[in-house]
């Protein structure tokens, strides 16, 4: 489980908030949060007294991390400066057309042509769909987006955000979040 990451992220990808300090009062207060890790600058938190009431872990038996511990169990913030980010690991798959289902199999150089000019459109050759890059369906194995959430040594497919976590981002942000599942 090492080094697998549950990441939430806006899907409005330039959202990044105005006042970072109330979104972690907001979320301390909801309990997702608990006390910083060193420095409160480093953006990085011990589960708070919620954790598992804010993140659904499933199975009958779940693994549920113990920030206590101290072995990388923690909640991080990220935040970029510079706009929106690629956010892949390397659970990143061939993602898929969100109409026809058409696999990009070369999407390393679409990747790299999205972050050379972000605005270009990509069309779909089975079916001519045009999108940007971030409207492709990554399924659940990365983001793009200008700040994330990474909940730490949660494995793919073991936990989910609660739609009560979902809904308190989105009314402190004004847009809907998702999540995705990132092994670094």
């Known amino acids: 489980m090492k080094n697998e ?16 300090p109330a979104l ?7 309990g997702l949060i608990g006390a910083a890790i060193g420095d409160l600058s480093s953006y990085r938190f011990n589960f708070g007294e919620n954790f598992s009431d804010l993140i659904s872990f499933l199975g009958c038996s779940p693994s549920i991390p113990d920030s206590s511990k101290r072995d990388g169990s923690c909640i991080e913030f990220v935040f970029y400066d510079s706009g929106s980010q690629f956010l892949g690991g390397k659970n990143t798959t061939d993602p898929c057309c969100p109409e026809c289902k058409h696999q990009f199999k070369n ?13 270009k459109l990509i069309t779909c050759p089975a079916c001519n769909h045009e999108t940007l890059i971030p409207g ?13 959430i990474i909940i730490n040594e949660i494995s793919e497919g073991t936990a989910l955000p609660a739609d009560a976590l979902l809904q308190k981002l989105e009314n402190f942000s ?3 979040w998702s999540y995705f599942y990132r092994q670094i």
Do not use: H, M
């Not at 972690?24 to 909801?30: A, E, F, G, I």
């Open 174 to 176: 004004g847009c809907n």
């Open 136 to 148: 492709l369906n990554w399924r659940y194995r990365t983001a793009f987006a200008s700040c994330e």
């Open 107 to 119: 999407w390393q150089q679409i990747l790299q042509t999205w972050q050379d000019n972000n605005n």
């Open 24 to 30: 972690l009062d907001d979320l301390k207060q909801s």
């Open 5 to 20: 990451q549950l990441v939430l992220t806006p899907v409005n990808i330039q959202y990044r908030p105005d006042n970072i």
